[in-house]
């Protein structure tokens, strides 16, 4: 048997010890946001726009309008033509009135003119042509209702046009919908904007979220809401601990993404989760960061 000198023994054991990590954390990834673009939900020019980047917007806050006059002139001529064809259903209902009262008063005279004619008072011609007015009337009586159906559906359909035309005034406004900052200004006042174009793009950077990547092993230990720690640089040599939460674990696995340089871990499946964080000024989008599961 062949003895190694004891140097070469002495050299060995300490740079294997050396080549062993045990501070390496479980996953590693990147922050990143929810973030929405907001965009034009009407055609014209942005008349006002209150936006720059960096600034942070309250939800709900109107930051801008389109220009809305052609709107307000349609919206007032559709209102006055509605009022005028809209007088016309109680001339209508009158009409219907007198002749309803027409009607009643010629069936009482069918009925006086039957006994009539059963006592032989007058001829049958008299009860005939009474009968024909009836019919007459009851005619008269449904072509009018025929028109105030008609007047009716007008109206109903000049209410759903005004309905319209206020949603377009509604939309004409621009309200911040999330509480957070802007990140990106893509439109600037007095241009001229169309439907879907966008205005702004905004992120609630309160809570941001941190990226990682888990292998199949590590998968069964890692459910929803589990608590985490989570790293993040303080300088070249240290790092800040944060408190996070996972709300999120991909269902499907994928192939390591390419931040990952080596190639044993660039051929192997991971699962993409999501570690909910509340930041207080120190985190940034794309900022990288550490997990320790607890």
């Known amino acids: 048997m062949k003895f190694k000198p004891l140097w070469a023994l002495i050299f060995v054991l ?75 259903i109680q ?35 008299k009860l005939d042509d009474m009968q024909d007015q009836v019919r007459v009337i009851t005619k008269q009586i449904n072509a009018t209702q025929t028109r105030n159906a008609n007047i009716m559906a007008e109206v109903q359909a000049m209410d759903a046009q005004l309905k319209l035309i206020r949603d377009q005034l509604e939309k004409s406004v621009i309200r911040n919908p999330i509480s957070g900052i802007v990140l990106t200004k893509y439109s600037e006042e007095n241009e001229v904007v169309s439907y879907g174009k966008p205005l702004y793009k905004i992120a609630d950077l309160d809570t941001l979220y941190l990226r990682v990547y888990i292998s199949g092993a590590q998968l069964p230990g890692v459910k929803l809401g589990q608590s985490v720690e989570v790293l ?52 940034k989008i794309g900022m990288p960061g550490e997990i320790n599961f607890m």
Not at 31 to 49: Q, W
Not at 78 to 84: E, F, K, L
Not at 250 to 260: H, N, Q, W
Request: proline share 1%; glycine share 6%.
């Open 232 to 283: 993040i640089d303080k300088n070249d040599t240290e790092n800040e601990t944060l408190s996070g939460a996972i709300s999120w674990i991909s269902d499907k696995a994928e192939f390591t993404p390419k931040t990952i340089q080596t190639k044993e871990e660039r051929v192997s499946m991971v699962y993409a989760v999501k570690i909910r964080v509340k930041n207080d000024g120190r985190i």
């Open 91 to 125: 001339n209508v209902r009158s009409e219907i009135a007198v002749l309803e009262e027409q009607k009643h008063i010629a069936q009482k005279e069918v009925v006086r003119f039957t006994l009539l004619v059963e006592d032989n008072a007058v001829a049958k011609k």
């Open 14 to 88: 300490p740079f294997g010890l050396g080549c062993t990590n045990n501070n390496k954390s479980d996953a590693y990834g990147n922050f990143e946001a929810t973030e929405i673009v907001i965009s034009a939900e009407a055609n014209g020019k942005l008349m006002r726009f209150i936006v720059d980047e960096g600034k942070h917007l309250e939800k709900g806050a109107i930051v801008g309008f389109v220009d809305t006059l052609q709107l307000h002139l349609n919206y007032r001529q559709m209102r006055a033509r509605r009022s005028a064809i809209a007088s016309q």
